[in-house]
C-alpha cells in the first residue's frame, strides 16, 4: 500500500521534484552547447564529484545556486553552470532523502513525471556529421539530417 501523505508533504514533494527536475533540465541545456574552438575550453569550471563537509555545505550550496543563476558569455561559463547544477542535485538530492525517504521517492516519482512530460530537445547542441546510430535515433534524426552548430 502506498504511502499515505498529508497535504502539506504532498506540496513539499511537489516543490522538491520542482527544484530537481528545473536543476536537472538547467543542466541538460548548458551542457548541450559546445565550444567554438575547443582550445578556448579551460578546466576552470567547479568541480562535481565532491561533497563538502556537512557545516560547509550551506556555503558551498549558496555560492553553487549562484553560478547557476550566472549569464553565460563563453563556453567555460557554460560548463561551470552545468557543475554547479549537477553538484546542487547531488546535494539536494541527498538532503531530502535524508529529511523523509518515502517522501523523497514520491518527490522523485513526480520528477519522473516532469520529465515524460516535458522531454528535453537540445537547440543548441552540435551534431557530428556521422552520429551514432543510438544517437540519431534518440534525437529523432531522420536520413536527410544535417549537422548543426549554435553559436554562443
Avoid at 36 to 61: D, N, R
Avoid at 130 to 151: C, I, R, T
Wanted: glycine letters at 4%; proline letters at 10%.
Amino acid at each position: 500500500m502506498p504511502p499515505r501523505f498529508t497535504n502539506a508533504q504532498r506540496i513539499t514533494a511537489a516543490k522538491w521534484a520542482q527544484e530537481l527536475f528545473d536543476l536537472e533540465r538547467l543542466t541538460e541545456e548548458h551542457a548541450a552547447i559546445s565550444p567554438p574552438g575547443s582550445k578556448s575550453y579551460t578546466a576552470s569550471a567547479p568541480p562535481v564529484g565532491f561533497l563538502p563537509l556537512p557545516e560547509q555545505t550551506e556555503s558551498y550550496t549558496r555560492a553553487a545556486e549562484e553560478i547557476a543563476r550566472k549569464e553565460c558569455k563563453d563556453f567555460v561559463d557554460h560548463v561551470a553552470v552545468v557543475c554547479a547544477c549537477m553538484f546542487l542535485c547531488r546535494v539536494k538530492a541527498l538532503a531530502y532523502a535524508g529529511e523523509n525517504q518515502k517522501l523523497f521517492l514520491e518527490a522523485a516519482a513526480l520528477k519522473t513525471k516532469l520529465h515524460r512530460e516535458h522531454i528535453y530537445a537540445p537547440s543548441h547542441t552540435v551534431i557530428p556529421p556521422n552520429p551514432h546510430p543510438l544517437l540519431v535515433k534518440e534525437l529523432g534524426l531522420g536520413k536527410n539530417m544535417q549537422p548543426q552548430s549554435a553559436p554562443l
